[in-house]
């Protein structure tokens, strides 16, 4: 034992090695897949990279009919169903927001939800436009009952053409798609969506096939009408 310390402290001393690996174990460890549980949406955790939109959008409607408001706490995700509440914590500062689930998004490759500017406020994300997060659904407003199905966007055109080009290969595939038509601050936009899913792991074998098979970037949506 060291000259002049306690037994307590020298247990405390050997301790600390041990005590940083598992930090470091814990810090090193792979983001784990979205976890679903009975009674989906509720308990419903994802974790990723979130993003916000803000005064380009703000006063468009949402997917749900609302008006979107940037000042309100609300969100978007691609499959949660619209009316979810969730409780969106900061992996790098702890920081947590509730916010609803109003809109669809974000359309960008490795991202998860959108907030609005309220909610990128309270997160303190602003500044950095993007934030690593957890997301925990903990509410519902409205009927799950009318949860729509899942679809694979595989394509987003300002050329409608483009869009029917990818859409009559892929039906070759998947018969049924659709080009959703949106308007959007830049101009508007002809989304390719395929197949029809009630599952999202089903889904997701089929968007990976559907990467591999026509070299695209594909999203699951969920169908809201």
């Not at 903990?138 to 869009?163: D, H, K, P, W, Y």
Request: glycine content about 12%; hydrophobic content about 40%; proline content about 6%.
């Amino acid at each position: 034992m060291p000259r002049g310390m306690l037994p307590g402290q020298l247990r405390s001393l050997v301790s600390l090695p041990v005590f940083l690996l598992c930090v470091l174990a814990a810090c090193s460890a792979p983001v784990p897949k979205p976890t679903y549980f009975p009674g989906y949406p509720i308990g419903y955790v994802e974790r990723g990279m979130a993003s916000w939109y803000g005064p380009g959008f703000h006063g468009n409607k949402t997917a749900n009919g609302e008006r979107y408001d940037m000042h309100r706490l609300t969100a978007a995700h691609r499959t949660l169903p619209l009316g979810s509440v969730a409780v969106v914590r900061s992996m790098s500062s702890g920081r947590q927001v509730t916010v609803r689930i109003n809109d669809r998004g974000p359309f960008a490759r490795g991202r998860v939800l959108d907030l609005s500017l309220a909610g990128a406020r309270a997160l303190g994300m602003v500044g950095n436009g993007t934030d690593q997060i957890e997301l925990r659904v903990v509410g519902f407003q409205g009927r799950t009952a009318e949860m729509g199905a899942l679809r694979i966007q595989i394509g987003s055109f300002a050329e409608q053409q483009n869009a029917l080009n990818l859409l009559e290969r892929a039906n070759r595939a998947y018969p049924g798609g659709r080009i959703q038509t949106v308007d959007l601050p830049e101009g508007r936009r002809y989304r390719v969506q395929v197949g029809e899913f009630q599952t999202e792991a089903h889904a997701e074998v089929a968007a990976g096939r559907l990467e591999s098979d026509f070299s695209v970037q594909p999203f699951v949506v969920r169908d809201d009408g």
